[in-house]
């Protein structure tokens, strides 16, 4: 069963007949990456496609308020007529939902400069799985301070509520954007720490800076080689003057203004992805676990963000079991690992060599997110098993 959403009043009533019927739901936006996240089971949905449009815009405070079903591409309409963006570029395709990037804090490489979901949204309205309607945080960038629900709700994948509204700060279109890729002749352990180290102590502040395999710049358009993809804004002395400072890395050559939309699409419907993520300092070493495991796969491919200490591994022609066992080679590597899209066997051997922290750490955390989501969801009602096993 499918309802559509159309006012906060019917998510609520949904929500309510849910409980009455002792039925689960599951929460969707544009519905473009339902495979994201541990396999949920459920006979209702509701999609917030349709529950879309600004519902404020204050140019002056850079500030938006917009329904969750609004396209990330609608919001980057409006904001362009009046020289403003909304600094978020998650992976996927410009009409994903507002709501479900914030649902699920997605980001992209504009996250080095920019920072994640919960750098840029200011206030919420949430359908409880309760049947509560609550309003977190404000329409203002400043706020008081206080238990930060906004925070809380995002990047909780619908399992505590629902959405409806998102309020987000905007930014001032850059008058310059120059976008450059640096040759990576080498990506040994050693010359990858190198690259590292010397790119984050150049003079520059650069809005994204992305290291790709050669997979990857092959299939954006860079060239068959691993390269350090670079997007610069600013006023032109300033954009040229941190162009010139990348020279210092390497032989520098410029990158198609498209390059990072390609980059955001590059995975296709049905890839399996995961994510690393280590200290920053140690970027080199989860680079080369994740280079190892796509040498044993190949056409994976990689990209990773060195000032998150972040990597992303893209496999595109696999078996279910090949995923398993990548996985259990890559826990060897200490960095945390993130499931995005797994198959089922793959999300099994995930649970299996977790390594996010002691056991104790664990059972702690586990209790703490169960206590959450039996506070927001006591019915459990909401993207049931999402968050992984004891979280249903």
Request: hydrophobic share 45%; no cysteine; proline share 4%.
């Amino acid at each position: 069963m499918t309802a559509t959403i159309t006012t906060t009043g019917f998510v609520r009533d949904q929500l309510l007949e849910a409980q009455a019927a002792g039925e689960r739901i599951r929460v969707v936006g544009a519905g473009q990456w339902l495979d994201a996240g541990r396999p949920v089971n459920v006979s209702r949905s509701l999609e917030l496609a349709s529950f879309s449009g600004l519902t404020e815009y204050v140019p002056g405070d850079l500030t938006l308020t917009a329904r969750a079903g609004t396209t990330l591409a609608e919001i980057a309409r409006a904001t362009a007529e009046h020289g403003q963006w909304l600094a978020l570029d998650p992976f996927g395709s410009p009409n994903g939902t507002i709501g479900a990037t914030v649902a699920t804090a997605s980001s992209g490489p504009l996250a080095h400069a920019f920072g994640s979901p919960r750098d840029q949204v200011l206030g919420l309205e949430i359908v409880s799985g309760n049947s509560d309607v609550i309003r977190a945080g404000g329409k203002v960038v400043k706020n008081v301070a206080g238990f930060d629900l906004t925070r809380l709700f995002t990047g909780s994948w619908g399992t505590l509520g629902v959405i409806t509204e998102v309020t987000l700060r905007l930014r001032a279109l850059p008058a310059v954007e120059s976008h450059i890729a640096v040759a990576v002749p080498d990506d040994s352990p050693a010359a990858i720490a190198g690259l590292a180290r010397d790119a984050m102590a150049l003079r520059a502040a650069p809005y994204a800076m992305e290291l790709v395999n050669g997979a990857l710049a092959s299939r954006i358009g860079l060239g068959a080689a691993t390269a350090l993809l670079v997007r610069l804004g600013g006023n032109a002395k300033a954009v040229a003057a941190q162009r010139d400072a990348f020279v210092a890395l390497g032989r520098l050559s410029d990158a198609p203004a498209d390059v990072w939309q390609s980059l955001r699409s590059a995975e296709p419907q049905g890839a399996a992805v995961l994510r690393l993520a280590d200290w920053p300092a140690r970027f080199a070493d989860t680079w080369t676990a994740a280079r190892d495991v796509a040498a044993m796969i190949p056409g994976t491919l990689i990209h990773g963000t060195i000032s998150r200490g972040v990597v992303r591994v893209i496999f595109l022609h696999r078996s279910d079991e090949q995923i398993a066992g990548a996985v259990r080679r890559l826990a060897a590597s200490g960095a945390r690992i993130t499931g995005e899209r797994l198959p089922l066997a793959a999300w099994t051997a995930l649970h299996a060599t977790s390594n996010s922290g002691s056991d104790d750490s664990r059972v702690v955390l586990a209790t703490l997110m169960r206590r959450v989501k039996d506070t927001y969801d006591p019915m459990h009602l909401l993207n049931p098993g999402i968050l992984g096993e004891g979280i249903a």
